[in-house]
């Protein structure tokens, strides 16, 4: 949700027409007081907020949310006229997170906030599974090997993952068919065998280190580095 606290409804019905354009749920405000008591209420994405306003002006209200440990992590981009330098610098000072002048291009806006916004959220941290040169990551779903983009099916990433994430460990042919493909082992190998060794060509020179254990199952080589 994007707050626009913006005194002048044509600017503000422009903004929040922009915004939503944008794929963004949005509020406005035509004061700083209305929007300061809808804080107890729900708890915005960003603001985009006027420095002229009535009520509570936006250095003001900018102010009280800095200082509030329970708002003071909203971003806050400030819209000020072209004369206001003093306005823009001591908003700056106070925590907001980015400033527009007005007259402001309305493509400039919607970019200012993507990029406030992506400033804003925390970064995850890809999770990543490594033996030598190969790279799984689990989140964008992808292997690579010295480099190279490999392409693998669902159960043959599956496969992999359950490996990478416990090299060394022998898993039964029963444990692979219950974790891979949620299905109780019975007795017919053939497709295990089959995706194993599809998994092992497409990895080239890291299949060897999918280890067959004879009567028992299927292991990834610990200690391995190219």
């Not at 250095?59 to 200082?67: D, M, Q, R």
């Not at 997170?97 to 309305?106: A, E, G, H, L, Q």
């Not at 490999?150 to 460990?169: M, V």
Request: charged share 30%; glycine share 6%.
């Amino acid at each position: 949700m994007i707050w626009c606290v913006e005194d002048d409804e044509s600017i503000r019905d422009i903004v929040l027409y922009a915004l939503n354009s944008a794929g963004f749920e949005t509020k406005g405000f035509e004061d700083g007081l209305s929007c300061w008591e809808e804080l107890r209420n729900e708890k915005p994405e960003l603001i985009i907020l006027d420095v002229m306003l009535p009520e509570m002006d936006g250095i003001s209200l900018l102010t009280k949310i800095k200082e509030s440990i329970e708002y003071n992590d909203i971003p806050v981009i400030l819209a000020t006229a072209k004369g206001q330098e003093y306005d823009r610098v001591r908003g700056l000072d106070l925590g907001a997170d980015d400033y527009i002048v007005k007259p402001f291009s309305i493509m400039e806006m919607v970019s200012r906030v993507k990029a406030v916004l992506r400033r804003s959220q925390p970064q995850q941290v890809s999770r990543l599974l490594k033996s030598g040169g190969l790279v799984v990551n689990l989140d964008e779903h992808t292997v690579f090997a010295d480099g190279k983009r490999i392409q693998l099916t669902y159960k043959e990433f599956e496969l992999l993952r359950l490996f990478l994430s416990h090299p060394g460990i022998v898993y039964t042919r029963e444990q692979l068919f219950s974790q891979v493909w949620n299905l109780d082992y019975m007795g017919d190998s053939r497709t295990l065998d089959s995706h194993i060794r599809t998994l092992r060509q497409k990895l080239d020179s890291y299949g060897k280190m999918i280890e067959t254990v004879r009567n028992v199952g299927y292991r990834w080589e610990s200690g391995y580095d190219r």
